[in-house]
């Protein structure tokens, strides 16, 4: 339960909760996922994958949405906005 | 590349929450092979999240640990997002599975309807089973000040698990008026383990004012929200807030219903007595037939489960069971019926469609749906419409009519192997 574990959001590490999301570690950090097409900052809205809002790149892949994607040890997560 | 599996099953469920694992269970237990797909990281849907700090309900024990003793075929993190003639394709984050099945079983469950107003697009403007989601999935709320607005009774269980979980839950605002909530409450009279649940929730938030005919105007903030502005008619008042947690009611997930034809009525997909679809072989449980909430989705999924296995079983016990339990839906249909305030929230520069930052006056212009859709790029962003077209729909009477695959945006490598020859329609011998 009170296991932690570290990921990296542009760079910065951050701890979470085992078990956490993505969406998490954003939360706790930057607290902005994306910059929409006008170029707004946007953080998750629904919590549960449907709004697309909290779209990150995780290692490497992008638009991932980080409200569906278990945080692992050491990911690299890039938040732009 | 992605690995392309196949697999075949005598019953596909779609959804892992309640509806769904009471589904596969079922099937399972009867003799059935069985998948269980979500695109959840863990089973339980949103109402029996897992994480650090899950919300507690008897059900969820005793139905997870059903599902792990069965033999269903638990595929989590996997998204169904094209069906046709007995195959379903599914992309998961490092593969494509195509699956083979005999029956299908539709548990999507529901969403929430989001509603424009100004500052909606705000970071920390959550829904609010969005923010319970996300507390669940482990965000700490330890002292934050949190405004809690929209409508039904979703309001008083968010409220009372961020409490717990140690916010400062500044208000509940409910915009339904105190004599419909009394009507309500007579109105339950005859389910007397519902109003002691109300009853508890409200006990286990009481720190929090409850304001009824209070509605939420305007998210102010400039890079993130700082206040909210609240409605009681006769004022606005403005609270500085951490967080917003808002809920207009929760609108079923009917993407793959609609993509495969089966009928839909006033918002919910048509089911016989045995919970089959128009489309033969096809069945439908729990909130896309109706938002009916957990027991009354484990019921509406142990009828599917057992009718597409072929188990003839006495279900008079169970569809007695589902019958009480869609009054309690009427009911609260009727009381928590939004105020037409509500619709004009939205100024003309608000945006309504957030994944292509399209204003409402924009979409407006439009006679349509698909007109709005088409001049104007509404609804065609990564959510698909998810939350613009339900607002639209309750703003202007739009509807959503149709749904065409793929169901979620997936990579491009799986739309390619769904287009090439040897791929479904051929494995079914190639039917005309």
């Not at chain 1, 998490?24 to 953080?43: D, Y």
């Not at chain 2, 947690?245 to 007595?273: D, M, W, Y």
Request: glycine share 10%.
């Amino acid at each position: 339960m009170s296991e932690t574990l570290t990921v990296r959001v542009n760079g910065t590490p951050v701890d979470v909760a085992a078990g956490s999301t993505v969406a998490v570690a954003v939360l706790l950090s930057t607290g902005v996922c994306r910059a929409s097409v006008s170029g707004q900052p946007r953080a998750p809205l629904c919590g549960m994958g449907v709004c697309f809002e909290c779209r990150v790149e995780i290692n490497g892949q992008i638009h991932q949405r980080s409200c569906q994607v278990m945080c692992e040890a050491n990911m690299e997560i890039i938040a732009h906005g | 590349m992605d690995s392309v599996a196949q697999r075949s099953f005598d019953v596909a469920v779609i959804g892992a929450g309640p509806a769904g694992i009471a589904a596969a269970v079922a099937a399972s237990e009867s003799g059935a092979r069985v998948a269980l797909i979500d695109d959840n990281p863990a089973p339980g849907g949103q109402i029996w999240r897992s994480g650090p700090h899950p919300a507690h309900h008897r059900e969820a024990g005793h139905w997870l640990d059903q599902l792990s003793k069965s033999g269903v075929t638990l595929m989590a993190g996997t998204r169904a997002f094209y069906v046709q003639n007995g195959a379903l394709e599914a992309e998961s984050d490092h593969s494509l599975c195509q699956l083979l099945y005999g029956k299908l079983i539709l548990a999507t469950g529901a969403r929430e309807l989001f509603l424009p107003f100004p500052g909606w697009t705000l970071p920390n403007v959550f829904g609010a089973g969005g923010l319970q989601a996300l507390v669940k999935s482990g965000l700490p709320v330890e002292g934050k000040r949190v405004v809690i607005a929209g409508t039904g009774p979703l309001l008083l269980a968010v409220a009372a698990y961020l409490s717990e979980r140690g916010a400062e839950v500044l208000c509940i605002c409910e915009q339904a008026p105190s004599s419909a909530l009394r009507a309500f409450s007579l109105a339950m009279a005859s389910f007397p383990g519902k109003l002691v649940e109300a009853a508890q929730l409200r006990f286990r938030s009481r720190r929090a004012p409850y304001l009824t005919s209070s509605w939420l105007v305007a998210a102010i903030g400039q890079k993130r929200l700082q206040s909210v502005q609240i409605s009681d008619h006769r004022r606005v008042k403005e609270i500085a807030c951490d967080y917003l947690a808002c809920g207009f009611h929760l609108i079923p997930n009917l993407e793959l219903a609609r993509a495969l034809g089966c009928h839909v009525t006033e918002g919910s997909v048509e089911v016989s007595e045995i919970q089959e679809t128009s489309q033969p072989g096809v069945y439908c449980a729990g909130e896309p037939t109706g938002i009916g909430g957990m027991e009354l989705s484990i019921v509406e999924g142990q009828i599917a489960g057992y009718a597409a296995a072929g188990r003839i079983i006495s279900t008079k016990q169970l569809l007695r069971t589902r019958a009480r339990y869609r009054k309690v839906v009427k009911a609260m249909k009727k009381a928590f019926a939004l105020r037409p305030e509500l619709a004009t929230l939205a100024k003309s520069d608000t945006l309504l469609c957030r994944c292509e930052d399209i204003s409402l006056a924009d979409a407006q212009k439009h006679a349509s749906w698909r007109a709005a859709k088409l001049h104007s790029r509404c609804g065609m962003g990564p959510c698909q419409g998810r939350v613009c077209g339900a607002a639209a729909e309750f703003l202007f009477g739009w509807t959503m009519d149709s749904s065409r695959p793929p169901i979620f945006p997936v990579r491009c490598s799986s739309l390619a192997a769904i287009s090439s020859p040897e791929k479904p329609a051929q494995r079914h011998g190639g039917s005309p």
